[in-house]
Structures are given as structure tokens and as C-alpha cells.
């Protein structure tokens, strides 16, 4: 999503909203100092002469930051929209809690009532494990899908199988009596588009109509693919990871995760990897997964009408959707911690691995690739590494974290020159031209002409008597009767050298595509391309330091583990670690890519390379910039994302941020008792704010609450056609009781019910660090700022005697100073506003 369509869309970066809502867990939330201990309360004040549940909540921080009042402010019968949110808005996270703890009591107040209620609570408990469930089962089969239809679709670029049209190439061969060790890819029954055009199987009019027909189905399925995209499901583009994070953290993109998106995404993904653009199915199978979680998390009302909850289904989706890509439960569970959700409970920890276990077999009885594992790429490696091999892994290190900073300069560079210029206009155009170029390229080139995973299978795997690639082309000079799992290294072939110098110009070239093809209008991970630049990287050191140490075994680094016939080297491994180093330097995930690396090989001893691999990427990537590439991305989109990782290091308070300043006019509020309706219509007519502060009256400046300019308008437009006598002179009550009125008097509307009374603040002398701690940790929508804020009221007796029980303390009255800090927004650039006091 631009950041343009943002803005003409209602998007604002200097607005504030808060929407009344509210979750789940009670807990204690502890934040840089700021402790925040949740009290419950059976016996609240009567509310509108209604009774409501009320929580209660004291915040301190030295005297700083003090809150004490009610959450949650219920109806009798609530106003149709009011606590929802508009697109491209951020959620309120304590709000959403709040209203799901209140869910929860009620339904188990209610379930010993009757066999109908008891299972309706037991249905309400089970429903998050079946969401899940549904989940794993739906990712698990769409990745099954996608896998059998790219392998097909990929395969038809060059032929067909006449025997049977849905057998891709090897599956065509599978049966066939007259296939050679040598040859085990050629079967009569597999033809090419030149032996069917032209009817010649070999020579150069085979090879340019092979080449030509390359390029037309490579255009053909790239142009389907954008075209699905623009005219469908424009959401269905990109990887999708960027704006999980995003939603994932409370902002709202309404249709982002629905089920056209699914669709169109499911089906173009397919289309966009048998194009044989430098891109990868791993990064939008997130996507998919989190459509699937989405889309089912409407069939159960805990779900569907609390968008925190609803957050915790998408963090098991995304886990699931990782692992489905990578066949790596365990390393998607880490992947969903550790890179892409904002808040994670230890029940979203559960079901997201529950989801990743369903998802892995529901795949794994798919068997998409015909070799009973979860990937293409899955291996064993049989011989152990040595401790001189440490070198050769860092350098790997290195150049994964450089590789990943120049990556991220590059593509960010060219994707917001794509956002300033004419070229961003035609993305059908960029999308063609790319698939050109590629398929012009990598033709010639049989390593780049390879499916990217069959590229990075054949790269990780290690060289055995049975393998006929180029790569393992030695020279045979010990006795052929060795066993297959120890055969020494061997000097080079003639077939070694020519594939060496052919992974070289596949690796500048990957480099270069990749950097235009992430980002086009299609479906586009990048997941695989980065393992596929590191996997070539790596298999090219690793063949030198195998030719170094078969040559060099009397060097003092090799003569104690490499002695004359012995296998000491494995240049796969080398591939591996590579593959893991540069997708570390793009992404800069560190635990869960380990992981993920370690189930695709199914080995522990390679831990410690991968480990150190990683970590060196990390460091290396991070010198140049500590973001990765995806928090790049939504910088570069504007969406609003306060990174948790990231660190704030400005030394200023809340009231040197303030905005506007003192010339500027003063921040729009909003009366207690004395409007009417007439004068907040005009008022949100004549302003673009999402919300604005109550206060007790213009002399008082005390604080009442906050009111949201979505649930004001739905409330008025409500009040005007259900309630009679509501008029434009009609007076707003927002107090607890309507002040005496002349009998002449219109109607009074009462809004005390759309009033958020539990506005978090702070006082103007908080430090900013702190502010930002308590927006990450606590997930708020706004905060107001106060000032004299230690002006004390003690309770009053009638309401001493009926919290006694959980405070003794008094209630802070605070003057309101109108204040408004709104993180919607990137940090440090936080959003305020301001009234223009003297005081400040």
C-alpha cells in the first residue's frame, strides 16, 4: 500500500484515534518503571442508573503518571458501529483486552445456568483451538496445491509429458522403461516444444525454438499474474510480510487479509514462480496462511469482534504459513515470535505450534514432492566439520550481512524512485519487462534456467556415486569399491571448473535480478532468492577450500583432520550455511533461521556453523543499518509500526514535543454538559481530528475523558433517528447526570456511553523514553498529557467503603492541559497536539 493512498484514503501520519473496545488476559504489565496493576470490582458505581462491571486500574511512575477510573462504561443496548474501527486506523490494545475479560466474565457467570449455556462456554473455550486447527488444515493444503502447480506450470516452459498432461517432468519419466542412469530425465514420453513444433530433438533450430517457447510462457504467465493482480486483488502483491508486522501490531487494512486476496494471491503465486522471476513462494505462503486464519476467525463471534484476539489467530497462521514453506514447525513457531508478531501470550504460543503441526501434516500427506519430506531441498550430510572450517564459515558471515546491506539499499532505493516517477505508473509494463530480461538471461544459463528450489536442492546436496550434476564431476583416482557415505575428496573435473565459472554468472545475476523483482506487483518472497545467492556463494567456497585441503593436506589447518583419501570437506554444507548467512543479512532473523536451517538438514551437529554464520550476517548487516528488510519496507510505505527492537535515544520530555505550538490555534475540546449538538457537528466539520479531549469546561480544564469522532458521528445520526426530540439546540450530557434544564428546553442527548472515562496520562515532565515503553509495552491508542497533575481529592466515604476492599488510595484530579500524543505514527516523529497554555 502506498503511502499516498493512505493519506487520500483518511489516513493521517499527525492524527490520533482511540476507539472504545477492548481483550483479553489480566495480567501484570511491568514497563521501564511503569507498573500497571488491574483490579476488579463487582460493585461499581452506578453508571446512567445502569449497573456495569467496572475495572479499575492505578499507573505510577514517581509521581509522574497516575490514572484511576473506570474502563469500560457499558449500554443497555449499544449503538450499531460505535467501537469500531475505520481502515487504516491502529486498535486499542488495553481497550480490546478490557472488553474480552468482560466477555469472559460474563459467559462464566452465566454457565452453570443451564446445559445450553454451560455449552456455549465450553464451545467459547474450545474455539480457539479450532480456529487453529482449521487454519493448519487450510494452509497445509494450499501450500500442497501451490507446490504441484508451480512444479507443473515450471516444467510446461520447456514440454510436455503426452502420456499424462498433469505429470510434470520427472513424474513423466517415473514409469518409463527406456530412461538411463545417465539420462534419467529423458523419456520418450517427455517432449519438448521443439521435437512437438519443429520435430527435431536436437541442434541449433531446437535450441532457439526451445528458447523462444522459454520466453513466450514465461511472459504469459508473468502478464496473467500482474494482470490478476491490478484488476482483483491489488493487496495480492509483494511478500506480505511487511503488512502482516503492521497488522499484527494493531493497524487495520481492511481487505488486506480477505478472501479475494486469497484467492487472486493463491493463484498468481503460482503463476509468478513458473515465470521464473527471481522470487520465491515462502514469504507469500504468510500471507496465505494469515488470509486462511482471518477468514475462519469470522465463523467465531471471540474472533470476529475483537480485533486483539483476532491478532492472536493471525500469529499461529503466520507460524503455520512458515511451516508449510520450509517444512520447519518448530523454526515457523520462532519465526512468528521472533520476527513478525507484536504481542505473543503463552496461549498464542501453544496454537501457533499447534497450527504449524497440523499444517506440516496435513502437507506431509500431500507429499507435493514425491519424496515423502516437507521440502525439495531436504538432505543429510554425513560427514562432521572440523574447527578450521570456522574461517571459511564467517566469511560466509560476512558476506551474507553485506550482501544483505547492500540488498536493502538497493531495492529500497529503486522502490521509492519506482514510487516517484512515470515507470511506478505502468506496473503491467515493469512486471514484462522484468520477466523478459530473466527469461532472456537465465536460458543460456542451465543453472539460472533451473526452478530456484531445484537450484538450491542441487546445490545443498552432496556429491555420492550416484550423482551425475556437473558439480560433482571428479576425477576418480582412488578404487571405485567405496562406500557411498565416505567417499574422500578428489581433485576437480573439467565439469567442476565449467559449473563453477556458470554459478559465478548466476550469482551477479541473481544479485542484480533480485533487487528489481522484489517489490513488482506480483507475488514475490524473498526467502529463496537470498538462500539461492547464498547457496551458490557457499558451494563456491566450499569446492575451493575441498581443493585447497586435497592439495594442501600438509598445511598445518588440514593435516590433522585431512589426511590422503579421507573426506573431510563437504561443499554442501558450505552451500547450507551460505544460504542461512545471506538470508540472515537481509531479514536479520538470527534464532528462528537457525532453527528452520537446522530442520531442512535434520542435523544437530551443524548448529555451531550455522550459529556462527548467522550471527557474523547479523553484525556485519547491522553495522551498515539495524533494519531489516521488511521494517525498510513499511518505513518506506509509511505504515504506522513502533518496532520493539528498536531503541530511542532522544533525551527530551513530553512537553518539548508538544505540537501545535503556542502560535498555533488551540487544541479542539469538547465540554462535559454544555454544547449542544449543533456545536460538535460544526466542530468536526471544521476540524480533521479522530478524537477529542472532554474536559469539565473551558475555566475548569479538568480532564472527563476522551470521545472518538467516529463514535461521536454514529451516535448523533443514531440519536437523530431513533430518539425523539433530538435537535440541533439539543444539549450533550456527558456527565453522569443530566443538569437541570428550563421545561423549554429540547431533548437532551446523552453520550456518556461512547465517553472513554479511562484516558491513559502522563504529566508534561515524563520523559519521552518513557512514553514510548509504555505505547510498546502496554499497546495504547493515545495519551494525554496533564500538568499540575498532583493535585489530590481523597474518596469520598460512600466510595471508600466500596472499593475499600482493593485501594485505599486517592484519585488524582487532574487540570487538563490538553495535551494529545497519538504513536500511530513512526517513533521518534510522535504525533502531538496541544492546547496553547501558558502553563506549558
Known amino acids: 500500500m502506498e503511502s499516498e493512498q493512505l493519506f487520500h484514503r483518511g489516513y493521517y501520519r499527525n492524527s490520533y484515534n482511540s476507539i472504545t473496545s477492548a481483550s483479553s488476559d489480566e495480567e501484570l504489565l511491568d514497563g521501564a518503571g511503569v507498573i500497571m496493576d488491574f483490579q476488579t470490582s463487582e460493585d461499581d458505581n452506578l453508571l446512567d442508573g445502569d449497573a456495569s462491571i467496572g475495572t479499575h486500574y492505578t499507573m505510577t511512575n514517581g509521581g509522574n503518571i497516575n490514572s484511576s477510573t473506570h474502563l469500560l462504561d457499558l449500554l443497555d443496548e449499544p449503538i450499531p458501529g460505535v467501537g ?13 483486552k478490557c472488553k474480552d475479560r468482560e466477555r469472559h466474565r460474563r459467559i462464566n457467570s452465566k454457565k452453570k445456568e443451564s446445559a ?54 520427472e513424474q513423466c519419466c517415473w514409469g518409463s522403461n527406456e530412461t538411463t542412469f545417465e539420462e534419467r530425465d529423458k523419456c520418450p514420453q517427455w517432449k519438448t516444444w521443439a521435437e512437438l513444433i519443429i520435430g527435431q530433438a536436437e541442434g541449433p533450430g531446437s535450441y532457439i525454438m526451445n528458447y523462444i517457447m522459454y520466453i513466450f510462457w514465461a511472459l504469459s504467465f508473468a502478464f496473467l499474474a500482474v494482470s490478476l493482480v491490478k484488476v482483483f486483488a491489488p493487496y495480492a502483491c509483494g511478500s506480505g510480510i511487511p503488512e502482516i508486522k503492521t497488522i499484527l501490531s494493531g493497524f487495520i487494512i481492511r481487505g488486506y487479509l480477505g478472501k479475494w486476496t486469497l484467492m487472486i494471491k493463491t493463484i498468481t503465486l503460482v503463476l509468478a514462480v513458473a515465470s521464473g522471476l527471481s522470487l520465491g513462494k515462502e514469504g507469500p505462503l504468510v500471507h496465505v496462511a494469515c488470509c486462511c486464519g482471518n477468514i475462519f476467525s469470522y465463523l467465531f463471534p471471540k474472533y470476529s469482534t475483537n480485533e486483539a484476539k483476532k491478532r492472536e489467530v493471525l500469529s499461529a497462521a503466520s507460524a503455520a504459513g512458515v511451516s508449510v514453506a520450509f517444512g520447519a514447525p518448530i523454526g515457523g513457531v520462532l519465526f512468528s515470535l521472533e520476527e513478525v508478531s507484536y504481542y505473543f501470550p503463552l496461549k498464542t504460543l501453544w496454537r501457533s505450534f499447534f497450527a504449524a503441526l497440523v ?86 544459463n542451465p543453472y539460472t534456467r533451473l526452478n530456484t528450489s531445484e537450484l538450491i536442492k542441487e546445490l545443498f546436496t552432496d556429491c555420492g556415486p550416484l550423482e551425475s550434476s556437473s558439480l560433482c564431476d571428479y576425477r576418480n583416482d582412488m578404487n571405485a569399491s567405496k562406500i557411498v557415505d565416505d567417499i574422500p575428496d578428489r581433485p576437480a573435473g573439467t565439469g567442476v571448473y565449467s559449473a563453477i565459472w556458470q554459478l559465478c554468472l548466476a550469482l551477479i545475476f541473481k544479485i542484480i535480478m533480485t533487487v528489481f523483482t522484489f517489490g513488482i506487483k506480483v507475488p514475490s518472497g524473498l526467502f529463496i532468492p537470498s538462500m539461492a545467492i547464498g547457496a551458490i ?28 583419501g579421507a573426506d573431510c570437506i563437504t561443499p554442501g554444507l558450505y552451500a547450507m550455511v551460505g544460504a542461512a548467512a545471506c538470508l540472515g543479512g537481509v531479514t536479520r532473523m538470527t534464532v528462528s533461521l537457525v532453527v528452520i536451517v537446522f530442520e531442512l538438514t535434520g542435523g544437530l551437529e551443524y548448529i555451531v556453523p550455522l550459529m556462527a554464520a548467522v550471527m557474523t550476517s547479523k553484525w556485519v548487516g547491522d553495522a551498515f543499518g539495524r533494519e531489516g528488510i521488511y521494517e525498510a519496507h513499511i518505513r518506506l510505505n509509511g505504515y504506522p509500526f513502533l518496532d520493539a527492537k528498536e531503541e530511542f535515544t532522544h533525551t527530551t520530555l513530553a512537553a518539548d514535543v508538544m505540537r501545535p505550538r503556542r502560535s498555533d490555534p488551540p487544541l479542539a475540546v469538547l465540554t462535559q454538559d454544555n ?75 446523552k453520550l456518556r456511553s461512547i465517553l472513554d472515562m479511562s484516558p491513559f496520562t502522563v504529566t508534561d515532565h515524563t520523559p519521552m523514553e518513557i512514553v514510548v515503553d509504555i505505547f510498546r509495552k502496554l499497546g495504547l491508542r493515545q495519551c494525554l498529557v496533564t500538568h499540575n497533575g ?32 497519538d504513536l500511530s505514527c513512526h517513533e521518534p516523529e510522535i504525533c502531538l497536539r496541544t492546547s496553547d497554555s501558558p502553563a506549558l
Not at 494450499?142 to 498433469?166: N, Y
Not at 466539520?685 to 463514535?711: C, H, W
Not at 498532583?790 to 485501594?807: H, M, W
Open 84 to 96: 469500531t474501527y475505520d481502515d487504516f486506523h491502529t486498535i486499542d490494545w488495553v481497550r480490546e
Open 116 to 169: 445450553w449455556e454451560m455449552t456455549k462456554s465450553l464451545y467459547d473455550a474450545w474455539s480457539g483451538w479450532l480456529v487453529v486447527t482449521l487454519t493448519g488444515l487450510a494452509s497445509g493444503a494450499l501450500a500442497g496445491l501451490i507446490d504441484i502447480a508451480a512444479d507443473w506450470m515450471t516444467d510446461l516452459k520447456e514440454g510436455i509429458c503426452l502420456s499424462a498432461l498433469w505429470f510434470n517432468h
Open 359 to 444: 499444517a506440516a501434516f496435513v502437507l506431509r500427506s500431500i507429499n507435493p514432492f514425491g519424496n515423502s519430506r516437507l521440502v525439495l531441498f531436504y538432505v543429510e550430510y554425513h560427514t562432521p566439520w572440523y574447527l578450521f572450517e570456522l574461517l571459511p564459515f564467517i566469511l560466509l558471515g560476512v558476506f551474507g550481512g553485506l550482501w544483505g546491506a547492500f540488498f536493502i539499499r538497493a531495492n529500497i532505493a529503486w522502490c521509492r524512485r519506482r514510487k516517484s516517477t512515470k515507470f511506478g505508473k505502468y506496473p503491467v509494463l515493469e512486471v514484462i519487462i522484468v520477466a523478459a530480461i530473466t527469461a532472456v538471461i537465465a536460458f543460456p
Open 537 to 564: 556463494a557457499g558451494r563456491i567456497v566450499g569446492i575451493a577450500v575441498e581443493q585447497l585441503a586435497y592439495y594442501h593436506h600438509d598445511w598445518f589447518i588440514f593435516k590433522e583432520w585431512c589426511e590422503v
Open 675 to 749: 454544547m449542544t449538538v449543533e456545536d460538535i457537528e460544526n466542530l468536526i466539520n471544521e476540524t480533521s481530528y479522530n478524537g477529542f479531549p472532554v474536559i469539565m469546561s473551558k475555566e475548569s480544564q479538568r480532564l472527563v475523558g476522551f470521545a472518538l469522532r467516529r463514535d461521536l458521528t454514529i451516535a448523533i445520526e443514531s440519536a437523530r433517528k431513533k430518539q425523539e426530540g433530538i435537535v440541533g439546540s439539543s444539549r450533550v450530557c456527558f456527565a453522569q447526570h443530566t443538569p437541570s434544564l428550563p421545561a423549554e428546553s429540547p431533548r437532551p442527548l
Open 790 to 821: 498532583l493535585n489530590c481529592t481523597e474518596i469520598g466515604a460512600d466510595d471508600r467503603e466500596k472499593t475499600e476492599p482493593y485501594s485505599s488510595k486517592f484519585i488524582p484530579a487532574y487540570p487538563f492541559q490538553g495535551v494529545v500524543l
